[in-house]
């Protein structure tokens, strides 16, 4: 079953389960977070209990008897609580809990929504809660392939381990558990449909001391998958709204997972843009075949960043002042490296010259592209696109 298949971030859950008394994974709505613990996690940590505030039952009984609720805890090694935002209670109770004896790994919280942001229980969890986020199924995982970390910028494979179908595919279908899988493309369009209709009309409308609007919701969420360089104003300007409900509403978008930014590079110019938390949801929503693949690409590497030994430095864009784009460029403090996207099979000297000009500005800057196939030109390693997963 697609939904079974092998995560990357197994290793990395079994790890702080070592030594974090409380771990919290969050990602958004169907990105298999239950199916995780109850089928996949067993495989390699024993001992683990399952209970969900889904269940309205089981969400009366931890909100009224917190406490008796959470006794089990005290005989299982792993107690996993789903959709643990909506009983903020539990937070303030499992911290007592903690306090009294800090055992690793006792409580999994899973979760769609930022748990910090939306009930302000940063401060009382501090130093006993670690965070894992949840992305949609990479490339690899979708195909049960093997995949594994690298050195090279961007996590570029030398020898990619996708067939250009299989990736047009990906673009077209994304990584949702449960939705890449279904062949009938009319059936996986009524899931997204539906899947945004939950997160715009319930998820964001639960949100505690919100005032959102869930029409509005939908259509920012359209503008991020459609437009080039899709940042706060330029939506507010496109929707004719004010610019501070447009912020207000992706940042709750945000906090539930549904969307992620991506800031300019100091070298360039330009504002903090947006991207969809899965590229089937931007092929859902039109989104041009570049913009597929930055998604994609900017997926993979925040997925691997997070899953993988952790990694130095920062992911941006970078903007020239005639408004030119590099897609991607990642900076430590050992090197810079520069992307671009070049989402036509044809490759031109043309579409070389920003990321030589770039190096102007960076002269340590090693520069790479996308493009249809692998090649090399001068200064620039060209990549086919299937590299990127």
Same mark, same amino acid.
């Given at each position: 079953?697609a ?8 290793n990395?859950?079994?790890?702080k389960?070592? @030594? ?5 994974i969050?990602?958004?709505? /169907?990105?298999?977070?239950?199916v ?22 089981t969400? $009366? ?7 008796t ?6 005989? %299982? ?12 209670k #539990?937070?303030?109770? #499992?911290?007592?809990l903690?306090?009294?004896?800090r ?5 999994i919280?899973?979760g769609?929504?930022?748990f ?15 965070r894992?986020r949840l ?8 195909? !049960? ?7 090279n910028?961007?996590?570029?494979l030398?020898k990619?381990i ?14 949702m ?14 899931? @997204?449909? $539906?899947w ?21 919701? @939908? ?8 437009? $080039? ?7 507010a300007?496109?929707l004719?709204?004010d610019?501070?409900? #447009? ?17 300019p590079?100091?070298?360039?110019t !330009?504002?903090?843009?947006?991207f969809?938390?899965d ?8 989104a ?8 994609? %690409? ?5 997925a691997?960043?997070?899953? @993988?030994?952790?990694?130095? !430095? ?10 030119s784009i590099?897609?991607?460029v990642?900076?430590?403090? /050992? ?11 044809k490759?031109?000297?043309?579409d070389l &010259?920003l990321?030589?000009?770039f ?7 090693e520069?790479?592209? &996308? ?9 620039v390693?060209?990549?086919s ?5």
């Open positions: 079953m939904h079974l298949r092998n995560r990357l971030v197994l990395l859950i079994k790890k389960l070592s @030594f974090a008394p409380i771990l919290a969050q990602g958004v709505r /169907q990105r298999g977070k239950s995780l613990i109850r089928n996949l996690l067993p495989k390699v940590v024993s001992d683990i209990s399952y209970d969900t505030l889904d269940n309205p039952d969400l $009366d009984f931890a909100q009224n008897a917190t406490l609720f959470l006794a089990r805890a005290s005989e %299982v090694k792993h107690f996993a609580i789903d959709e643990a935002q909506k009983s903020p #539990i937070f303030d109770a #499992i911290k007592y903690v306090d009294l004896k055992t690793p790994g006792k409580f919280l899973l769609s929504t930022e910090s942001l939306l009930f302000k229980i940063r401060e009382s969890l501090t130093g006993r809660m670690s894992v992305y949609p199924m990479t490339a690899a995982e979708e195909l !049960g392939l093997v995949s594994k970390s690298n050195s910028p961007f996590f570029l030398a990619p996708l067939s250009r179908i299989q990736l047009v595919r990906h673009l077209e279908r994304g990584g558990p449960g939705i890449f899988s279904i062949r009938e493309a009319s059936q996986r369009e009524e899931f @997204f449909r $539906d945004l209709e939950l997160t715009c009309q319930r998820d964001l409308t639960n949100i505690p001391k919100g005032k959102f609007d869930p029409a509005l919701a @939908f259509r920012i969420l359209e503008l991020i998958a459609q437009v $080039d360089l899709p940042d706060a104003a330029s939506i300007s496109k004719r709204k610019g501070r409900v #447009i912020r207000s509403h992706l940042e709750a978008l945000k906090s539930l997972f549904v969307i992620h930014e991506l800031p590079h100091p070298l360039g !330009g504002k903090t843009i947006y969809l938390c590229v089937g949801i931007a092929h859902h929503l039109k041009s075949f570049e913009r597929k693949l930055w998604t994609w %690409v900017i997926q993979e590497n925040l691997k960043r997070s899953y @993988f030994e952790p990694r130095e !430095g920062h992911l941006y864009y970078y903007r020239n002042s005639k408004g590099l897609h991607l990642e900076e430590t403090t /050992q090197k810079i490296s520069a992307l671009k996207i070049l989402p036509e099979e490759v031109s000297e043309l &010259l990321l030589r000009a190096k102007n500005k960076a002269p340590q800057a520069l790479y592209a &996308l493009g249809s196939q692998e090649q090399k030109r001068e200064s390693r060209i990549f696109w299937e590299a990127a997963g």
